[in-house]
């Protein structure tokens, strides 16, 4: 069965750094594009990176841009986002997900992905 473990998170201060991991099985990662996801309290779950099945390309939501960085191993059937200079309104759970296309989308919605891990709680507090 498809199945997407994330782990990795945790409180920092603001500033910090944290590297999410997301463990894939069931599946080959070959030909799918994987992304990342993060839903704060009270809010909708919005799409912060996706990279494509080779890796060859990457897309970001403005607010991460330049701080967060999605990069994946197709052999280790990982996926991984390392976040850099965190602030607190980064604070929210973190989803990993999978596309059965090898391309990104445009945008990085929730539609477009199948599968979804069960998340990681990332909390940024001083």
């Known amino acids: 069965q498809l199945q997407l473990v994330e782990s990795g998170g945790d409180l920092v201060q603001p500033g910090g750094s944290l590297r999410l991991s997301c463990a894939a099985s069931?599946?080959?990662?070959?030909?799918?594009?994987m992304g990342w996801f993060r839903q704060a309290p009270g809010k909708e779950r919005e799409g912060v990176s996706c990279?494509?099945?080779?890796?060859?390309?990457?897309n970001y939501a403005d607010s991460v841009k330049g701080r967060f960085t999605i990069s994946r191993d197709n052999a280790k059937k990982m996926v991984y986002l390392q976040m850099n200079n965190l602030r607190p309104e980064d604070t929210a759970v973190y989803y990993c997900?999978?596309?059965?296309?090898?391309?990104?989308?445009?945008?990085?919605?929730?539609?477009?992905?199948?599968?979804w891990g069960q998340g990681t709680q990332v909390t940024v507090s001083s």
């Open positions: 997900a999978a596309r059965g296309f090898e391309d990104c989308p445009s945008t990085i919605l929730r539609p477009y992905f199948g599968a």
């Open positions: 069931g599946f080959t990662l070959d030909y799918f594009s």
């Open positions: 990279i494509s099945s080779s890796g060859g390309s990457t």
